[in-house]
């Protein structure tokens, strides 16, 4: 059973996304899609949302702290 809880997902919603990251929700998806107008803000690295719902999307957690981890690791690379 324990093992069950470590491997257990959590799905974070959009407004969570935005307190974690720091982004706005127009940076959030800026970054899913390319868009030639503004293509620095295309990053193919931040991690997809999935669908849980009909019109309801989240992240998993997981892979929003990877990506953050990432991101401090590249800053202080530099």
Known sequence: ???QLKTALTIL??????????L????IYARLKHNPKRPGDFDPT???PISIGAKAVGWIEA???AW?????AKSRKG
Request: aromatic share 4%; hydrophobic share 35%; proline share 4%.
């Open 1 to 3: 059973m324990a093992a």
């Open 13 to 22: 919603r959009r407004k969570q996304i935005e307190a974690r990251t720091g």
């Open 24 to 27: 706005s929700r127009s940076s």
């Open 46 to 48: 931040f991690p997809k």
């Open 63 to 65: 892979e929003i702290d």
């Open 68 to 72: 953050l981890n990432a991101q401090i």
